[in-house]
């Protein structure tokens, strides 16, 4: 667990990627108190089809994760983030609002599960290990 200094309180993250029809691809957790695009290499490994196009909201706006989408041939669709100072990169907003939705669908079916939305477990394992069972009976229910 790790303490969110701007909310000041401890939690942890769940980090999920979804495809277009909000099933998981890869999930891990983290703590409250990291950022996210210190958890893209972790998340983005456990992919074995790399995608043509990757989705991500401004916390993912970094040179390293760009160029590291970049070298393995998969387009960003990434906004900028204003806090970065760097000009305005195109990306294709209709497809962001898309995936952001399928994303936060995705969020919302998870915490269904009382087992992930109130975290019982104290060991980070057991914990990834229940949100990874989740993640599957959501594959196995809204499989399309």
Do not use: C
Not at 37 to 56: A, C, E, Q, V, W
Not at 84 to 105: C, F, L, T
Request: charge should be positive.
């Amino acid at each position: 667990m790790g303490y969110d200094g701007f909310k000041h309180r401890k939690g942890t993250k769940i980090h999920a990627i979804v495809d277009e029809y909000s099933k998981p691809i890869a999930v891990a957790i983290s703590p409250g108190n990291t950022h996210d695009s210190k958890i893209f290499n972790t998340i983005y490994t456990k992919m074995k089809n790399r995608p043509d196009k990757l989705y991500g909201d401004s916390a993912y706006d970094t040179e390293e994760i760009r160029s590291k989408l970049k070298e393995d041939g998969v387009q960003a669709n990434i906004p900028v983030n204003p806090r970065n100072g760097r000009k305005q990169i195109p990306y294709d907003e209709e497809g962001y609002k898309v995936m952001r939705s399928a994303v936060e669908r995705f969020n919302s079916w998870l915490k269904t599960f009382r087992r992930v939305a109130v975290r019982y477990e104290k060991l980070a394992i057991m914990y990834q290990a229940i949100i990874t069972f989740a993640s599957i009976i959501i594959h196995m229910r809204y499989g399309l």
